[in-house]
C-alpha cells in the first residue's frame, strides 16, 4: 500500500490558502457526510474541498503532489461500488459547486457543461430547445453529468442510444499533477493523436478530474409510447425480447422485472393480478408517430406470440411517467427489505439471456441466497440484487456471487455494466481481465498519476 503524508496543520492552512477558506468543509458531521456513495463502503475524509473552479482543482492537486496527500474526486455520491469513497482519507473534492450549463447550442446540437450538472436539468434544459441528451441512468434526478462520465453511465435508452460515452465529444481534465488539458473535439469526427478522451471516460476518477464537458445533442424524438407485458416466466419473457430484437425493432427501452421484483412492488402496478405474474416487460419506442404506432403494435403482437399473458398500452405521458417511477423504485424496495443487499450489474449476450437467467434458482438453492433480478434486457444488462437473511451468511453469499460471476465470463458476459469496479468488484477483477491486461492498465495509472495522489485504491490496488 503506498503511504501517504497526514493532513498536518500546515497543508490545511496552504489548502485554505491556494482555494479559499470558504471551499474548504472541517466540520466533522458535514465532513462525515461524504465518506459515503450509494453503497455499503464508509471511510470518512480529513477534510473536503468544494471547488467551484478548475484553477482550485488545479491548486489543490499540486499541493497533493507537493505533500503526497490522496484527494477523492466525488460528483453527487450516486454510485454504488464505492468510486467516491476516500478508502485513504486524505481529501474529497467536491464538483457539486460546479453546476453551471455553459452554453446550448441548438444549430451544432452540443452542450457545454460542468460536472456537477444533475443529468435531469440537462435534459429539461435541452428539451425545451427541441433537443434530446439520451444518457438515462436510474438516478437521473440525482446524478451528475461529470460522475455520469467518470463511469461510463448508461440506462434504459442504451438499446438504442448508447452510453454516456456516446455523447461525449470532449472534455477539459486536470491531471494529477495539476495541469489541465483539453481533450477530444467539438465535431462529430477527429482522429488526431490518441484516443485519450474514451481512455478518461470511464476511468472512474483515476486518472484526472473533469471539469468541462462538450456533449453531442439529437433533436428531441417527435413521439413516445409504452407497452407492458406479462408473462408466467421470466425465460419466456427474454425469448420474447430476443424476437423483438431479431426481427428488426430497436425500442428506445426494454425493461424487466422478475416474480420477485413483482411481490415487492405489484400494490403499485395498476393492473389486477400484476404481483402474482412471472415477469413483466416494460418497452418503449420513439420517434415519428405513425411509425412507432405500428412498431409497438408489431412489439405486442411478438411478446404475444411468445407466452405472454397480457399485452397493454400505456401511450400517454402520465401512465408512462407512472410506469417508469414503479421501475425505479424497485431497487429501494429491495433494499428496505433485505437485511444484507449485495447489487451487481452483469452483461451477457442478448442472444443468452433468458439461458442465464434460467440458471438463478439453481444458485439461489445452492448458496443459500435470494435473488431479485430487474434491469435493460435490449441490452443484455441484468440487474442482479443478492440478498441474505443475515450477516452469517455473508461468505456464503459472496461464493454465490462469484460463482454467478464466472458464469456470466462462460457465456461471453461481463461483470459490470454500469457500476464500475471501484472498490467493490476490483477482487473479482482478474476473473475477467488477464494478468498482463491488468499490467498494462496499472502502468497507464503510473503514466498519469506517478505519486498515486488521484482515487487511489479503486480498480486495482498499486504498488509503490
Known amino acids: 500500500m503506498v503511504p501517504y503524508s497526514p493532513i498536518t496543520k500546515e497543508i490545511i492552512h496552504h489548502i485554505k490558502e491556494t482555494v479559499g477558506s470558504d471551499s474548504v468543509i472541517q466540520d466533522p458531521h458535514k465532513v462525515r457526510e461524504y465518506g459515503q456513495d450509494a453503497g455499503e463502503y464508509i471511510h470518512s475524509p480529513d477534510l473536503v474541498v468544494d471547488a467551484t473552479r478548475a484553477d482550485q482543482v488545479q491548486a489543490l492537486l499540486r499541493l497533493a503532489n507537493h505533500y503526497h496527500f490522496p484527494v477523492t474526486p466525488r460528483g453527487l ?12 482519507g486524505g481529501v474529497v473534492l467536491s464538483l457539486t459547486g460546479m453546476n453551471r450549463i455553459i452554453s446550448i447550442e441548438r444549430n451544432n446540437l452540443i452542450a457545454t457543461v460542468e460536472p456537477g450538472v444533475i443529468n435531469l436539468d440537462l435534459k429539461n434544459a435541452v428539451q425545451s430547445e427541441g433537443l434530446f441528451y439520451p444518457p438515462d441512468p436510474a438516478s437521473l434526478d440525482t446524478c ?16 438504442k442510444y448508447g452510453t454516456t460515452r456516446d455523447y461525449v465529444l470532449g472534455i477539459d481534465v486536470v491531471l494529477p499533477s495539476g495541469e489541465k488539458i483539453d481533450v477530444g473535439v467539438q465535431t462529430r469526427k477527429g482522429v488526431v493523436g490518441y484516443d485519450l478522451l474514451h481512455l478518461l471516460i470511464g476511468s472512474e476518477g483515476t486518472l484526472g478530474i473533469i471539469t468541462k464537458l462538450i456533449l453531442k445533442l439529437i433533436p428531441l424524438p417527435e413521439a413516445t409510447t409504452t407497452l407492458v407485458a406479462f408473462f408466467p416466466q421470466l425465460t419466456e419473457a427474454m425469448d420474447a425480447v430476443t424476437s423483438v430484437l431479431i426481427h428488426g425493432y430497436v425500442p428506445s427501452a426494454i425493461e424487466f422485472l422478475d416474480r420477485r421484483c413483482l411481490e415487492l412492488i405489484g400494490d403499485l402496478l395498476p393492473f389486477n393480478g400484476a404481483g402474482k405474474t412471472g415477469a413483466f416487460l416494460l418497452v418503449e419506442t420513439d420517434g415519428i408517430s405513425t411509425v412507432i404506432d405500428r412498431e409497438i403494435e408489431a412489439i405486442g403482437n411478438i411478446c404475444m406470440t411468445n407466452g405472454a399473458l397480457n399485452v397493454m398500452l400505456a401511450p400517454d405521458s402520465q401512465k408512462r411517467n407512472r410506469m ?14 433485505s437485511p444484507v443487499y449485495v447489487p451487481e450489474d452483469v452483461v451477457v449476450p442478448i442472444s443468452r439471456i433468458a439461458e442465464f437467467v434460467s440458471y438463478l434458482p439453481e444458485f439461489e438453492r445452492r448458496h443459500g441466497i435470494k435473488i431479485y433480478s430487474f434491469g435493460h434486457a435490449g441490452d443484455g444488462n441484468i440487474h442482479l440484487n443478492i440478498t441474505a437473511e443475515d450477516e452469517t451468511q455473508k461468505q456464503r453469499l459472496e461464493e454465490g456471487i462469484e460463482k454467478i460471476l464466472v458464469r456470466v465470463l462462460s457465456m461471453g458476459g461481463t461483470i459490470s455494466g454500469e457500476h464500475g469496479i471501484g472498490i467493490a468488484k476490483k477482487q473479482y477483477l482478474p476473473l475477467e481481465l488477464s494478468p498482463e491486461s491488468i499490467r498494462l492498465q496499472k502502468e497507464i495509472k503510473r503514466i498519469f498519476d506517478p505519486h498515486h495522489i488521484l482515487n487511489p485504491g479503486k480498480i486495482f490496488d498499486m504498488d509503490v
Open 324 to 337: 417508469w417511477q414503479i421501475r425505479r423504485e424497485v431497487a429501494l424496495r429491495i433494499e428496505h427489505n
Open 77 to 88: 455520491g450516486t454510485g454504488v461500488a464505492g468510486g467516491s469513497v476516500p478508502l485513504r
Open 144 to 159: 451528475s453529468i461529470g460522475g455520469n462520465a467518470a463511469t461510463n453511465a448508461g440506462g434504459p435508452s442504451c438499446v
